[in-house]
């Protein structure tokens, strides 16, 4: 399972394409891949459920679940990814999410494997991913 923060308008977005080659690629052996579109980075985000879908599906042929928008971080994050950063803390201990499209490897257990600063692009993570299935 890979949950990932995402954003319609940021310089990330291009991920979108990887991350549905992974849900593509490795969706037959029981691997999803989930988009919590967030809009606390620069508002890159600014779109409803319907328009965040439709850019989604038209622009990145995406068809891994998109979720509703969710806060990621203070006291409105959503409890998944409260979860997510106790589980899996950024550099040097830090909890917060610093950006859109940081990326949480879970296994089948529900514990995280590792957490993927937004840089790393997605391709990159098929060597740990294929260790999982």
Do not use: M
Not at 97 to 105: A, D, G
């Amino acid at each position: 399972l890979l949950i990932v923060n995402t954003a319609s308008k940021c310089g990330f977005t291009p991920q979108y394409e990887g991350l549905e080659a992974l849900h593509r690629d490795y969706g037959d052996r029981g691997f999803e891949v989930l988009g919590f579109p967030c809009n606390q980075f620069g508002a890159q985000e600014p779109g409803d459920a319907a328009e965040i879908a439709t850019f989604c599906s038209t622009t990145y042929d995406v068809t891994f679940p998109v979720f509703a928008k969710v806060d990621v971080n203070g006291k409105d994050a959503a409890p998944l990814f409260e979860a997510l950063k106790t589980e899996a803390p950024g550099l040097l201990g830090s909890k917060g999410i610093k950006w859109n499209f940081t990326k949480f490897l879970v296994d089948r257990e529900g514990r995280v494997v590792d957490r993927y600063a937004p840089t790393t692009k997605p391709e990159d993570l098929r060597g740990d991913i294929e260790k999982l299935l």
